[in-house]
């Protein structure tokens, strides 16, 4: 049985990943910057099977930085959410 839970696993929005790498740079070891940027963006492939080969049965996702609230524009930031949560 899958049981276990991880919160607050962060990932990026598609078509994001020029920024995932600079802001990677600032925070992610150099010898893990591949990987990382690689998990970030997909979370139904490699990033679920590791889950499921540790028994995760749930995964809470969250939107990375600076997510929604960097974008100043309201209609772009409401669309943005609106693809996001769906």
Same mark, same amino acid.
């Given at each position: 049985?899958? @049981?276990?839970?991880? #919160?607050?696993?962060? =990932?990026?929005?598609? !078509?994001?990943?020029?920024?995932?790498?600079?802001?990677?740079? #600032? =925070? +992610?070891? %150099?010898?893990? $910057?591949? $990987? =990382? +940027? $690689?998990?970030?963006?997909?979370?139904? !492939?490699?990033?679920?099977?590791?889950?499921?080969?540790? @028994?995760? !049965? =749930? *995964?809470? +996702?969250?939107?990375? +930085? %600076? @997510?929604?609230?960097?974008?100043?524009?309201? *209609?772009?930031?409401?669309?943005?959410? *609106? #693809? *996001?949560?769906?």
């Amino acid at each position: 049985m899958l @049981g276990k839970v991880v #919160l607050e696993e962060a =990932y990026e929005r598609a !078509g994001l990943e020029e920024k995932s790498k600079r802001q990677a740079s #600032l =925070y +992610v070891a %150099p010898w893990d $910057r591949e $990987r =990382y +940027v $690689r998990q970030i963006h997909d979370i139904t !492939g490699e990033r679920l099977q590791l889950s499921n080969e540790d @028994g995760i !049965g =749930y *995964t809470v +996702v969250s939107l990375t +930085v %600076p @997510g929604i609230q960097g974008i100043a524009d309201k *209609t772009e930031a409401e669309e943005k959410a *609106t #693809l *996001t949560n769906n």
